[in-house]
């Protein structure tokens, strides 16, 4: 049975990450990279699929974790009936090969102990050969893949797993390093384990200590902005949307996705959630890699990319794995790349603007190719796309699709005039205020008085929260008044806001959790429209869902009171830090991330 979805926590070397249930196992991890295979595949599977369990060998024992001040090292805390023993888990910032470090700390008493190594590589199917090698290390090959198994303590094999049984007192540390390595180069070299820990905590406080936001909400922005760092693929600047697949985001159903890639439609949410916090580097090194990405015809452009800037990212099925909780199926790649999401071209157009705006240089060939773009979407914004949500089957002419068109145009407009870019102004123009027409006209329902989820349908949907933050149409204007208040009355359940309208399926509901970043759009529109009280009251209903250690995933399950969807979600995180922005900025109403998007 897996554990609940927020009863893990998340540790990672800024090229992968791996997940720490409150247990003491992991139970997902996938090396050497976000998009490699996953070696430790329990999560959805069984223990048998791969896990690294470190944990008491009694039952019973309680748990507490933390992170260890504003770092990404883990903290476990186990109360057995003998004593009291620490577990602390860290990934070393990534040198010549990747670590997972694990030191055993005996707190008070004598804890006896149990290790469990199951290594299956393949997501979860392919059981390596297992030998000692020099010094007494435990070397795993499959394929092209080695780990590298350094311990204090005697193991031994025990029915296709790797076993210890041992003992920990008070002021003792036992220290476990598993280490990665292609399985044709020379074993990893070893590493001192608790000089890792000195170097970890060092590079987190230093990255940390560079947070400019000094707000209310400091402690969860800084979680939220740690997470963010450990979902970005440090050799790139790419940051993945989650780093796990097919977590299901209604419990036991089959709307499983692989989220181990990187979306442009984060973009423009993204830089703002760094720039506005301090992390102009991070902020460019994420430029740099949409730059690189989208390079090539702009009829080409995707929704996502690999976390280098792959393009083929083919959808298959994991069969031998049964799901998390039984949910399948479990996918690898993502089918929607392929799909027509015309919004991606206005976010991409918006950060570009929003990167000019802040005062930050751009390459010297980014105003040509944006251009290009606007040369595209000219002549294909009036056709059908598969929209935000990527929904599967025929395409519909999506309001928040056109909307998004509609801002590609009119930041390209706002640039232009206000850094003396050339381009063609009145062409520009004139189609700017064509689609706000064809909007206004066709995606408008006024029986319900409200913008609906595409031309012709009676159905809402949340993405439409984002017209007044993008600048479409402003807060004052009834349409928005109307729109929220409709959203108000069809698409809250349990005071979070649901992604898709539950009237168009109703047999199906709930179709799946509520959606946590559109909850936080709600607040976001609140905000724009002065009614703080309101937006305060939203951004606190999603950060009391957080697990323990501040993480979110996508969704949550009201009824359930679970987590759902892939874990910790990128754009929860930082939807979350841009609404703490516009709340504590609420006295300097320029400053904040809603109104930033609107000049």
């Not at 102990?113 to 000692?132: A, N, T, Y």
């Not at 973009?267 to 991070?282: K, P, Q, V």
């Not at 598969?386 to 699709?401: A, K, L, P």
Request: proline share 5%; with cysteine.
């Amino acid at each position: 049975m897996s554990s609940r979805i927020e009863d893990y926590g998340l540790i990672g070397d800024c090229e992968t990450a791996a997940l720490v249930g409150r247990d003491g196992s992991i139970d997902w991890l996938c090396w050497p990279a976000f998009d490699s295979d996953a070696c430790f595949a329990a999560l959805l599977g069984t223990r048998r699929n791969g896990r690294w369990l470190i944990a008491p060998s009694a039952d019973g024992a309680k748990s507490t974790r933390r992170y260890r001040g504003d770092t990404l090292i883990l903290e476990t805390r186990f109360e057995a009936a003998d004593g009291i023993v620490t577990l602390i888990d860290f990934m070393p910032p990534r040198g010549k090969a990747s670590d997972i470090v694990r030191l055993v700390r005996g707190e008070r008493g004598h804890v006896k102990m149990r290790m469990e190594l199951i290594i299956r590589f393949g997501f979860g199917r392919d059981i390596p050969w297992v030998k000692r090698a020099d010094g007494g290390a435990l070397l795993a090959i499959c394929g092209p893949d080695m780990t590298v198994l350094r311990t204090s303590v005697v193991t031994r094999g025990e029915d296709m797993t790797t076993v210890s049984d041992f003992e920990v007192g008070a002021g003792e540390t036992i220290p476990f390093v598993f280490t990665y390595g292609p399985s044709h180069l020379p074993v990893p070299a070893p590493i001192d384990a608790e000089q890792a820990l000195r170097d970890t905590e060092d590079f987190w406080a230093e990255w940390s200590g560079r947070c400019s936001y000094e707000g209310e909400y400091r402690d969860l922005v800084m979680r939220s902005l740690i997470t963010l760092k450990a979902l970005t693929y440090a050799p790139t600047g790419g940051i993945v949307a989650a780093p796990t697949t097919s977590l299901p985001e209604k419990l036991g159903g089959a709307r499983n996705w692989d989220y181990r890639f990187c979306w442009l439609r984060d973009a423009t949410f993204t830089l703002l959630a760094l720039i506005n916090s301090g992390y102009t580097g991070e902020a460019l090194a994420w430029h740099n890699w949409l730059l690189r990405s989208v390079a090539g015809s702009p009829a080409d452009m995707q929704i996502m990319y690999g976390i280098a800037g792959q393009r083929r990212l083919l959808e298959w099925e994991a069969t031998w794995l049964p799901g998390y909780g039984g949910a399948q199926p479990v996918r690898v790649g993502n089918a929607a790349h392929a799909q027509l999401q015309l919004d991606v071209y206005g976010e991409l157009i918006d950060a570009f603007h929003q990167w000019r705006m802040a005062k930050l240089d751009l390459g010297p060939g980014t105003w040509a190719l944006e251009c290009k773009v606007l040369e595209h979407l000219a002549e294909v914004w009036n056709e059908p796309d598969h929209g935000i949500w990527e929904r599967r089957g025929e395409g519909r002419h999506y309001v928040s699709s056109k909307v998004m068109t509609w801002v590609a145009f009119d930041r390209a407009i706002k640039s232009a005039e206000r850094f003396g870019l050339e381009g063609p102004l009145d062409q520009w123009k004139v189609l700017r205020d064509t689609i706000c027409r064809d909007v206004c006209d066709k995606g408008f329902d006024s029986g319900q008085n409200a913008f609906v989820e595409s031309y012709g349908s009676k159905m809402l949907d949340a993405s439409i929260l984002l017209l007044p933050s993008v600048g479409f149409l402003p807060p004052s204007d009834p349409r928005v008044k109307g729109t929220l208040q409709a959203i108000e009355r069809q698409m809250m359940r349990d005071g979070f806001v649901l992604r898709h309208d539950p009237r168009e399926l109703p047999e199906e509901q709930p179709a799946e959790g509520a959606f946590l970043a559109c909850t936080l759009w709600l607040a976001d529109a609140y905000a724009l429209a002065g009614e703080f009280d309101k937006a305060q009251a939203l951004f606190d209903r999603v950060v009391a869902v957080a697990n323990d250690v501040g993480l979110l995933a996508e969704e949550y399950d009201s009824g359930a009171r679970r987590q759902t969807g892939n874990f910790p979600q990128a754009l929860t995180h930082i939807a979350l830090i841009n609404t703490a922005h516009n709340l504590s900025d609420a006295r300097r109403p320029a400053e904040k991330p809603a109104v930033q998007r609107t000049k």
